[in-house]
């Protein structure tokens, strides 16, 4: 706690908000993005937004990663349960995401299938040799964080010459989602969704650095700051972010020099490109089929792959008609906006896979920010 | 549970309790069994109600409101940093009794083994329990045992029921919360919830941390005694404080504002949570309680629980506040404000 507890300091944290309340220009709104759940989760949790003039305007991204998950991988990842000797293993929050039919990987543990609940790719590794009699397939899910890691146990699994391990491979890539954000009709034709900056993301820079943001800054003239996801950090790439926008500038600038470099952490760079190669499309919930956008496992590893292995078909799925998760992931709507918001679709009973992680926009916003509905937020910043 | 006496045992040979392991037949009805309740049960809670050897236990009902509670046990591992689950089983029905502010009276039991689990560890569970509730003292009177076939269960599941009698004058209840009150919580929190989660072999963390595995009957008589008219207790158990505080602020209509830098946490238990993903609100304590008072007595209140030995780091963390959503909401030690509210399925860790 000792690293931690200096980034969380209420005094520094009053000193930035009233550098950022005296900077902001009254005239003119901010609209920034925060591309990661994380930052969401940080903004939501520590009450962020109750610090903020009210001219700021936070929009949550779609750095989410079960949010994004197409409603067909998640079907392929239900067949995968249900599938006869196989013990599926994944992440906490994969296990709830619902499907169309508002099945999810807990219930199907509930009727009998072996779901695990994972921290981490090793300890999938390790069911498969202590289980030799069956199958067990990763479903690995995440964006550039999560990759290395899985990387890693395919690279042991062939080491180890293991038969009964596979991944089903779900990484996917935050430039390119971010390229799809800014290139979308909505925000650079209609002008629908204004975008003014981006906080970028705290651990997926880490491993890509912050490098790759460069041609955000200079292609859209949108500046990025990259920022960790401790709440004070939120606030300085904030304020960063208000300087660069009021002198006109467009830069990647970074506030997680503590943690990210320049060319970020080229090690695991060099372990995903080993194991991986980029896939020419993949869908992405809420934004559709993006080019170049996600990783697959490569030949010469294909005897891991879940989709090679089972064959998994390529099905797509459309969302619950009400559902908003869509138009929020690519912040052209908020949660609020949803008819189904905080009525049918709730934490308990998620609808949309917004609602179902921490980092999803509307479980924050239903968690932590609900007070301010009636409130409205300039009742709630007095405090 | 049968019970036997001083009659002439129907078995020869002793059990084995360094070898010997739950069968089916201990819970068939026949000699097995009755050398179990006789060998174990009996002699580990030894009391007059038991030795009386009836299906039921006969006792005298004074006068005045009395309390009645029954809490089933199911925890994995079942011995723990801090405790186990027959010391838990005693802890739970007790503390559940004593949060209307009475004396606990008698508790029953009621065990389902599993086929296969050592008599060492059952053996080591009852005379913990025992030992819990001679403490108190509370005896347990009745209980009954079943055996079901391996697979079926985990080890031991206990069912504890108490009855106790609440004292002239106090009316507490959680639809008593005003808005005014103050909101006390009598020490650290989520300290049992984190010991249970470090002692499972699928964390390669370690600690030394305990759980806070309590019976509050001592702690909850000195208060009632310092301030009678306390408004809510409530023992923080699955889904801890959060859950706790969003159940009262629903059945007392009203919202409810904390001050997180009020709220007394061990290290410990914010890194594990921090490194997890957890919120330490949402974790269990099996040793603590919230109260809720009137203001003019909430400082003087504070003191008497400071000075008993459970009470030690408590703490004022909010007030109760007037609010038609009855929102549990928490000034952050940052400076922000936000919901606290209730938990959604289990906790999950975060993936990224």
Redesign the interface.
């Given at each position: 706690m000792k690293y931690i507890e200096p980034f969380r300091n209420g005094a520094i944290a009053r000193k930035i908000a009233r550098k950022i309340t005296a900077e902001t220009d009254p005239h003119r709104d901010y609209y920034l993005m925060e591309f990661c759940g994380g930052h969401t989760h940080a903004i939501s949790r520590y009450g962020i937004p109750g610090l903020l003039p009210g001219n700021i305007h936070m929009i949550h991204g779609p750095g989410c990663p079960v949010c994004v998950l197409p409603m067909g991988r998640l079907e392929n990842m239900i067949q995968l349960a249900q599938t006869p000797g196989c013990i599926v293993c994944s992440y906490g929050d994969m296990l709830r995401v619902p499907t169309a039919q508002g099945d999810n990987l807990l219930k199907q543990k509930a009727r009998g299938a072996d779901v695990r609940m994972i921290y981490s790719a090793a300890d999938a590794l390790q069911i498969a040799q202590q289980n030799p009699q069956q199958q067990v397939v990763f479903l690995a899910i995440g964006f550039e964080t999560t990759t290395p890691p899985t990387a890693v146990v395919i690279r042991q699994a062939q080491m180890l010459g293991l038969t009964n391990f596979t991944v089903f491979c779900n990484h996917v890539l935050t430039p390119s989602a971010i390229s799809h954000i800014l290139q979308s009709p909505e925000i650079r034709e209609l002008g629908l969704v204004r975008l003014d900056g981006f906080i970028g993301p705290a651990h997926v820079s880490t491993i890509i650095g912050s490098n790759p943001y460069a041609y955000f800054a200079e292609e859209f003239q949108k500046p990025v700051v990259i920022a960790g996801f401790e709440p004070l950090d939120v606030m300085q790439a904030i304020l960063m972010l208000i300087r660069q926008l009021n002198t006109g500038r467009a830069e990647v600038e970074n506030e997680f020099t503590r943690a990210v470099l320049p060319d970020g952490n080229i090690k695991a760079q060099r372990l995903v490109a080993e194991v991986f190669e980029l896939r020419r499309s993949f869908e992405w919930r809420g934004l559709g089929a993006v080019p170049y956008s996600a990783l697959r496992i490569k030949s010469r590893f294909a005897e891991f792959d879940a989709e090679r292995r089972f064959a998994l078909p390529v099905l797509s799925v459309p969302d619950h008609k009400a559902c908003e998760c869509g138009a929020i992931l690519r912040g052209v709507k908020h949660p609020r906006d949803c008819s189904i918001f905080g009525t049918v679709c709730t934490p308990d009973n998620p609808l949309g896979s917004c609602m179902v992680s921490s980092e999803g926009a509307c479980a924050a916003y239903y968690r932590y920010g609900r007070f301010r509905e009636d409130d409205n937020d300039d009742v709630a910043r007095t405090h | 549970m049968q019970k036997a006496g001083k009659r002439k045992p129907v078995y020869t040979r002793k059990l084995d309790f360094r070898h010997g392991r739950v069968e089916m037949a201990h819970g068939s009805g026949g000699r097995a069994m009755t050398q179990l309740v006789d060998q174990l049960f009996i002699a580990a809670f030894d009391n007059h109600y038991l030795r009386q050897m009836n299906d039921q236990a006969c006792f005298p009902v004074g006068s005045g409101r009395m309390v009645m509670s029954t809490d089933c046990h199911v925890v994995t591992p079942l011995f723990f940093p801090g405790g186990d689950i027959g010391s838990l089983s005693v802890h739970g029905t007790v503390n559940d009794i004593v949060m209307s502010g009475a004396r606990p009276l008698y508790l029953s039991a009621g065990f389902i083994l599993e086929e296969g689990l050592p008599l060492a560890d059952l053996k080591r569970i009852v005379e913990s329990m025992a030992a819990a509730a001679q403490a108190i003292p509370v005896p347990v009177i009745t209980g009954d045992t079943k055996v079901v076939e391996q697979g079926s269960g985990d080890g031991v599941f206990i069912t504890t029921t108490g009855i106790g009698v609440v004292p002239d004058g106090v009316h507490i209840s959680s639809e008593r919360a005003k808005p005014g009150d103050k909101i006390l919580v009598s020490g650290t929190i989520g300290d049992h919830g984190i010991a249970i989660l470090l002692a499972r072999e699928?964390?390669a963390f370690y600690g030394t941390l305990e759980s806070d595995t309590a019976a509050l009957h001592d702690l909850v008589a000195v208060m009632v005694q310092t301030a009678p008219d306390i408004h809510v207790l409530r023992d923080p158990t699955r889904g801890g404080i959060a859950a706790a505080l969003n159940e009262i602020a629903h059945q007392s209509g009203v919202g409810m504002l904390l001050h997180e830098?009020c709220i007394p946490m061990k290290?410990q238990v914010?890194?594990v949570c921090?490194f997890?993903?957890f919120d330490p609100l949402y974790m269990a304590n099996e040793g603590k309680l919230v109260a809720i008072c009137a203001p003019q007595d909430a400082d003087r209140l504070l003191d008497k629980i400071r000075t008993h030995p459970l009470g030690q780091n408590a703490a004022i963390i909010g007030e109760v506040i007037e609010d038609n959503?009855c929102?549990v909401?928490m000034?952050?030690?940052?400076?922000?404000?936000?919901?606290v509210?209730?938990l959604?399925?289990d906790q999950?860790?975060?993936?990224?």
């Open positions: - | 699928d964390f830098h290290e914010g890194a921090e997890l993903g959503h929102f909401q000034e952050t030690r940052f400076g922000g404000r936000r919901v509210d209730w959604s399925g999950l860790p975060r993936i990224c």
